[in-house]
């Protein structure tokens, strides 16, 4: 396996990055995570572009152009001859000392790892997901903006143990004033008397590309969509529950906590989701 690291193509075991490195001492650093489907990468401008924005808002510099990024993502598919692959692009802010200064840091470090990607069994796309509200709140906006996709997912793997402790495969995380932001890797949508909703990212959400790409399916097949304020109780009465993200895709939940969702099955709103949202990813893309 061929890895991208600083401008070369190195081999997996030769991809090595130092200690001193602030992306491994404090999570200093942003990150993406990208899909390609049979040899068409899905939404790479967007992806990049949030890789930037990301990087910006922890004013982090990334060194090489946005063109220049999404040419080393093409290169590094094409070194591993992957058709259907799952992208890990990751800028941290580089070698520095130890200490917090971000100054000490001369050059960030780049690395493009392309892999198979690692699916859901198919059964929770067919008979749906059962997820659990995480004890662990989201990070206050104030304090670390979830809109930033940063190396320091801390935060979201602490309720992913939460969830792993319930025996399920993904947690609801609330605000800290009890409002649904987002699950530890995916957006969180519900559909009620034929509406469908999501709440505003600066609640404390990241602003996902796949969340993006539901709201303009919606807005595209006649689904009258609005973002809003969700509690959980709007969530446990819901007519349907889905969740979206660059792995996941669009996966229907069924059950929330000890709370079934109407029906206990796939909703018709967001099996028609499923349904365009694949027929998007085999004809929009990159090619390489
Ligand atoms: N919220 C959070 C906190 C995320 O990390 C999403 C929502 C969905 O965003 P996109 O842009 O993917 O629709 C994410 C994305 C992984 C993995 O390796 C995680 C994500 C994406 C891809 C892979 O677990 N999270």
């Not at 081999?11 to 404090?26: M, Q, R």
């Not at 790479?44 to 999404?70: F, V």
């Not at 799952?86 to 892999?115: E, H, M, N, Q, S």
């Not at 006649?222 to 509690?231: A, H, Y």
């Amino acid at each position: 396996m061929k890895i991208y690291l600083d401008g070369a193509l190195v081999e997996k075991d030769k991809a090595v990055i130092s200690v001193f490195d602030h992306g491994l001492l404090y999570g200093d650093g942003v990150f993406e995570g990208i899909r390609t489907y049979n040899g068409l990468v899905f939404r790479l401008k967007e992806h990049i572009e949030r890789l930037y924005k990301s990087a910006g808002a922890i004013q982090l510099n990334i060194p090489i152009t946005r063109s220049d990024m999404a040419d080393a993502v093409v290169i590094t598919l094409r070194a591993n001859n992957l058709k259907d692959a799952y992208i890990r692009l990751v800028v941290t802010r580089g070698p520095g000392d130890l200490g917090l200064d971000p100054r000490k840091c001369k050059k960030p470090t780049i690395f493009i790892i392309t892999d198979r990607i690692t699916l859901y069994p198919k059964e929770f796309y067919q008979n749906g997901l059962k997820i659990v509200t995480a004890v662990t709140r989201r990070n206050l906006p104030q304090a670390l903006d979830p809109r930033i996709k940063s190396l320091n997912y801390l935060n979201n793997i602490l309720a992913k143990i939460d969830a792993i402790k319930y025996g399920v495969e993904e947690a609801l995380m609330l605000t800290s004033d009890g409002y649904v932001a987002e699950c530890t890797g995916d957006n969180v949508f519900m559909v009620k008397a034929g509406n469908l909703f999501t709440p505003p990212v600066s609640v404390g959400a990241l602003e996902g590309i796949t969340r993006a790409v539901v709201i303009d399916i919606a807005r595209k097949t006649g689904i009258t969509f609005s973002e809003k304020m969700i509690r959980p109780d709007d969530l446990y009465s819901a007519d349907e529950v889905f969740l979206t993200g660059t792995a996941a895709e669009i996966i229907p939940v069924i059950m929330i906590d000890d709370k079934v969702i109407k029906g206990s099955k796939p909703g018709s709103i967001t099996l028609r989701l499923m349904e365009e949202f694949k027929k998007l990813t085999k004809v929009d893309g990159v090619r390489y």
